[in-house]
């Protein structure tokens, strides 16, 4: 059977990538509007960019209204800077919300309307250049055609997607992600454990997202501890970053499944984090669906060294499960409650939630097959 497979125009990863990529970014237009956030600017992420552009007199204009997981409202107010400013195109920096930002100006900017207009449909209008620096190792969104944008009015997170949303160059330096803090490289690195444990276990699955995938995991189980209590070990940290890409590369291409399917209305509905609200979901999930995959979890067990060949599928299925509940100890994932969300409160939102997953359609790409009572029974065991 034939697959597609795709990934960003021109990629350039590894220590000093920006500089490598200087000359690449310089010819997409002459000027540039900068999506980040404010934490960007105190830290000093945006002053090597920015020094870039002013070596090739490349004009720019920085919009730091990303204050927090992308909203309609954060969109609206990124358009009307980039169409006053007269930018030709855009780069994103930052963690995944300054990314999805920005694909997400990019694409009203070019196709009119609202963002909100787009759910349930691909995108299909070209939009302008795009690149995509990540500050953080996990979201992937540098490597993908998504973006996830808040719907403020109905209080849904919207998967929008369309191959015209993957950036025209993207830069991995590992550099980056030095300033990130523990709770964010726990989130991050956990979103892309998720990412390419789910593209392993897709229905979508081929043969190249396979390799990318388990190459992630492995490079996930062996750094983000590192990562996670040494911040500033260049090692673990280039190899998160390389291992976020291999990931976001991999669900690009075959999808995600049940966790990120049901991680959405939760942080819509409480403000969870993505990546903290992935994380809380993977042991309920997998635990849940693994058995309709046995030697799909077997092998990532293998390759992460927790089983064996003299294990059974359905042991080393259960050791992985086992790895991944353990990962989120080592990163001190909280659970609903120890977040602060009340039990009462889920529940009462808990048949919105499970139709807002449902009808996001990731749930269905998980090879066991699911339904909404499915869903249900796997929010109402994480209070278990």
């Keep these: 059977m034939g697959n597609q497979f795709i990934m960003p125009s021109r990629v350039f990863y590894g220590e000093n990538a920006l500089n490598y990529a200087a000359s690449a970014i310089c010819a997409l237009g002459k000027k540039a509007l900068i999506v980040t956030d404010p934490m960007m600017l105190k830290l000093g992420n945006a002053e090597p960019v920015i020094k870039m552009?002013?070596?090739?007199?490349?004009?720019?204009?920085?919009?730091?209204?990303?204050?927090?997981?992308?909203?309609?409202?954060m969109i609206e107010s990124g358009l009307a800077v980039y169409n006053a400013e007269a930018c030709d195109f855009l780069i994103g920096l930052g963690g995944g919300?300054?990314?999805?930002?920005?694909?997400?100006?990019?694409?009203?900017?070019?196709?009119?309307?609202?963002?909100?207009?787009?759910?349930?449909?691909?995108?299909?209008?070209?939009?302008?250049?795009?690149?995509?620096?990540?500050?953080?190792?996990?979201?992937?969104?540098?490597?993908?055609?998504?973006?996830?944008?808040?719907?403020?009015?109905?209080?849904?997170?919207?998967?929008?997607?369309?191959?015209?949303?993957?950036?025209?160059?993207?830069?991995?330096?590992p550099a980056?992600?030095?300033?990130?803090?523990?709770?964010?490289?726990?989130?991050?690195?956990?979103?892309?454990?998720?990412?390419?444990?789910?593209?392993?276990?897709?229905?979508?699955?081929?043969?190249?997202?396979?390799?990318?995938?388990?190459?992630?995991?492995?490079?996930?189980?062996?750094?983000?501890?590192?990562?996670?209590?040494?911040?500033?070990?260049?090692e673990a940290r280039a190899q998160m970053s390389f291992a976020a890409l291999q990931a976001g590369i991999a669900f690009n291409n075959a999808s995600v499944t049940v966790i990120h399917g049901m991680s959405r209305p939760i942080g819509a509905m409480f403000h969870v984090p993505h990546g903290i609200s992935n994380a809380m979901l993977l042991f309920a999930c997998f635990s849940y669906v693994y058995d309709g995959a046995y030697s799909r979890f077997a092998d990532m067990a293998r390759e992460i060294g927790a089983a064996d060949a003299s294990d059974s599928d359905e042991i080393?299925?259960?050791?992985?499960?086992?790895a991944c509940r353990e990962l989120c100890k080592v990163c001190n994932v909280p659970t609903l409650a120890e977040y602060g969300i009340k039990k009462e409160d889920f529940f009462a939102v808990m048949d919105k939630m499970s139709e807002d997953a449902v009808a996001s359609g990731s749930p269905a790409n998980t090879i066991k097959e699911l339904d909404k009572q499915d869903v249900l029974n796997i929010y109402e065991n994480l209070w278990k």
């Design 53 to 73: 552009l002013e070596r090739a007199d490349i004009e720019y204009f920085v919009f730091d209204g990303i204050t927090g997981e992308p909203t309609d409202k």
């Design 176 to 234: 980056f992600t030095l300033t990130a803090p523990q709770s964010v490289t726990a989130a991050t690195g956990l979103d892309a454990l998720c990412h390419a444990a789910e593209a392993y276990t897709s229905r979508k699955a081929q043969p190249m997202t396979d390799e990318f995938a388990l190459s992630a995991i492995k490079k996930i189980f062996k750094y983000l501890p590192v990562c996670y209590n040494d911040g500033a070990n260049v």
């Design 316 to 322: 080393a299925a259960e050791k992985f499960i086992e």
């Design 97 to 173: 919300s300054p990314i999805d930002s920005m694909k997400a100006i990019a694409a009203v900017a070019t196709s009119g309307g609202s963002i909100n207009d787009y759910m349930g449909k691909v995108i299909t209008v070209p939009t302008p250049p795009m690149v995509a620096i990540p500050t953080t190792s996990g979201t992937g969104s540098e490597a993908t055609q998504f973006t996830i944008i808040t719907n403020t009015e109905k209080d849904i997170k919207m998967l929008l997607k369309g191959a015209v949303l993957m950036p025209d160059i993207a830069v991995v330096d």
